[in-house]
C-alpha cells in the first residue's frame, strides 16, 4: 500500500542554520508528492509539490527533489528563519487520488 | 479570494451526541476532502466528494458520514460521539480530482467530554 514515512521531531536549529527534513514514501505506480506546513492554530498549506520523478519542488527558500530511486523527498532549506516554525508534513498523492501524509516533523527555530 | 471556510471553529459536545461540521470551498473548487488529525494518529483521510457524490472513502465507522451540496459546499456529521472523536476535523478543497493539491482550511477543534 501507500504510506510516507518522516523523520521523527522535533527539530530545534538556530536561526541561519541548515534544514533538512527527511522524507521517504512507498506507492504503487507513480505518485505525486508535497510538503505542507501547519503553523500553530492554522490549517495545513501547500508549501510545495513535485509530480513526477527528478522534479524538483520549490518556494520561500524551500526545497525538495523527487528521487525515485531513493523513494525520497527530503525538504530543505538553506538558512532558516524563526517565522519557519510550524509542524511540516510530507504528502503523496496516488492515482486514485487519495492524499497520505507522513505524521509531521515539528521545527522550532530559535533566534 | 476567500479560502476555504470551516464553521464552527470549535466545538465542545457530550458523549453520545451527534455533530455537523460545515465546508465552503474556494470558489470554483468543485472537489472536498475531510480528514481528521490527532496527536496520536496524525492525519487520516475521511472522505472525499465530487460532484455530490463521495468519490473515496477511508477507514472509518459509519457513524462518520457526509455529503455535498450542488454548490459544492460539504457537510460532516458524526453520529453517536465518543471521546476519541476528539480531534482537528480538516477540510481540504481543489477544482477537480486529480488536481494534484488541496487546499487546506483552519480546520474545526471538536472536543467531545
Known amino acids: 500500500g501507500n504510506s510516507v514515512t518522516q523523520m521523527e521531531g522535533p527539530v530545534t536549529l538556530s536561526e541561519e542554520a541548515f534544514l533538512t527534513i527527511n522524507c521517504t514514501y512507498t506507492a504503487t505506480g507513480y505518485p505525486s508528492l508535497f510538503w505542507y506546513v501547519q503553523y500553530p492554530g492554522e490549517g495545513l498549506q501547500l508549501l510545495l509539490k513535485?509530480?513526477?520523478?527528478?522534479d524538483k519542488g520549490s518556494n520561500k527558500g524551500f526545497e525538495a527533489t523527487y528521487r525515485k530511486e531513493t523513494t525520497s523527498f527530503h525538504l530543505e532549506k538553506g538558512s532558516v528563519q524563526v517565522s519557519d516554525s510550524a509542524v511540516y508534513f510530507c504528502a503523496l498523492s496516488d492515482t486514485g487520488n487519495q492524499f497520505y501524509f507522513g505524521t509531521g516533523t515539528s521545527l522550532t527555530v530559535i533566534p | 479570494k476567500a479560502g476555504v471556510t470551516q464553521t464552527p471553529r470549535y466545538l465542545i459536545k457530550t458523549r453520545g451526541q451527534q455533530v455537523t461540521l460545515s465546508c465552503s470551498p474556494i470558489s470554483g473548487h468543485r472537489s472536498v476532502s475531510w480528514y481528521q488529525q490527532t496527536p496520536g494518529q496524525g492525519l487520516q483521510f475521511l472522505f472525499e466528494y465530487f460532484s455530490e457524490t463521495q468519490r473515496n472513502k477511508g477507514n472509518f465507522p459509519g457513524r462518520f458520514s457526509g455529503r455535498q451540496f450542488s454548490n459544492s459546499r460539504s457537510e460532516m456529521n458524526v453520529s453517536t460521539l465518543e471521546l476519541g472523536d476528539s480531534a482537528l476535523y480538516l477540510c481540504?478543497?481543489?477544482?477537480?480530482?486529480?488536481?494534484?493539491?488541496?487546499?487546506f482550511g483552519s480546520g474545526t477543534r471538536l472536543t467531545v467530554v
Open positions: 481540504a478543497s481543489s477544482l477537480v480530482l486529480g488536481s494534484r493539491g488541496y487546499t
Open positions: 513535485a509530480t513526477k520523478a527528478d
